[in-house]
């Protein structure tokens, strides 16, 4: 196995000059730092992390949270995370809280003493005692896709609102005229701003009222049982607007048992843009969000407060697009 010396004998440099390369620290000759860069390459050089660490009180590891892997959601934006931070020299610890407050402390806990450079989080389980004790240790900090509504940490989420206004005005448009909403559960944020987006559009019909409004968790199961509880309460249904794509996945089993024809007795939209959305028969319509895009940000922006380059606290909303398939097509 090579080390930082076979490099720097094989550069022709000090050794001094290769930790700087490696450190990216001090001022060092572009035709130099090719040269160690080649070296590094030629002889398949892999720098010692703990030492790397040791020196500049670094361990080059950040931490992600999020409330679950089974969502094919997440496991898109932990890859954008993870692609940012190796380009960057960087190891992602992924943690998987199961939607649990209990699990989410004891994460927060245990990375704290652990010396990771930072965390990005995304949970409705934070509240924020849990950032201001960060915030005290002094660990940077990106919150992403699940927010605290009133907070002062750099965040990634999307136009929640203007999604779930644009999903329910395209089920108004191909024809919808009893319009039921699935909702995540309470304490989810983003779940809340989407709900708000579709009474905004339904709160002044004659026939609306929050009996047209059910709420789920954000998996398949969920929203099948809801789905089927709506279809009881209100007959008539003709549109739902689910608050994520595999919610409307279970709507959609929920219909197809009920005996409801796609699209032109039941529309359907959903919420997220994940891959297996456009993969069941029909297709369902969905709210894309820029998935990989914000865990690229959510890590970009970690890096700069890392690297001490940015500590000013930005909120990011990003755009929404309305992404038609066949669940919607009459």
Request: glycine share 6%; hydrophobic share 40%.
């Amino acid at each position: 196995m090579a080390t930082i010396r076979d490099v720097a004998k094989k550069a022709g440099v000090s050794v001094a000059t290769v930790s700087r390369v490696i450190n990216k620290k001090g001022k060092i000759r572009k035709e130099t730092e090719e040269i160690v860069l080649q070296a590094i390459k030629d002889l398949s050089y892999t720098p010692n992390m703990v030492a790397r660490g040791l020196s500049n009180r670094r361990s080059y590891a950040v931490a992600l949270i999020v409330p679950t892997i089974t969502n094919p959601f997440f496991p898109e934006m932990a890859r954008a995370v993870e692609d940012i931070a190796r380009d960057n020299g960087y190891n992602v610890l992924l943690c998987n809280t199961d939607d649990r407050r209990d699990r989410l402390i004891d994460y927060i806990n245990s990375l704290s003493s652990q010396y990771v450079d930072g965390m990005i989080i995304s949970s409705h389980n934070i509240v924020k005692e849990d950032l201001q004790k960060l915030d005290r240790l002094g660990i940077p900090l990106v919150m992403m896709d699940r927010v605290l509504d009133d907070h002062d940490f750099t965040s990634i989420t999307v136009q929640n609102r203007e999604g779930g206004r644009k999903a329910t005005q395209h089920l108004v448009d191909v024809g919808c005229t009893r319009i039921a909403h699935i909702s995540g559960l309470e304490d989810e944020l983003n779940a809340t701003h989407r709900m708000w987006g579709y009474r905004d559009i339904v709160s002044d019909k004659s026939w609306f009222d929050p009996s047209w409004i059910g709420k789920a968790e954000f998996s398949v199961k969920s929203g099948y049982q809801v789905a089927k509880e709506l279809f009881v309460r209100h007959p008539d249904i003709d549109g739902i607007f689910c608050s994520n794509d595999l919610i409307a996945i279970g709507a959609l089993k929920a219909a197809y048992e009920w005996g409801k024809k796609i699209p032109n007795e039941l529309a359907i939209v959903g919420f997220d843009g994940i891959d297996m959305s456009g993969l069941t028969v029909p297709g369902i319509t969905t709210i894309q969000q820029p998935t990989y895009h914000m865990g690229e940000l959510a890590m970009e922006e970690l890096l700069k407060q890392i690297e001490g380059q940015n500590n000013e606290p930005k909120k990011y909303e990003l755009d929404v697009e309305l992404v038609l398939r066949e669940s919607t097509m009459r």
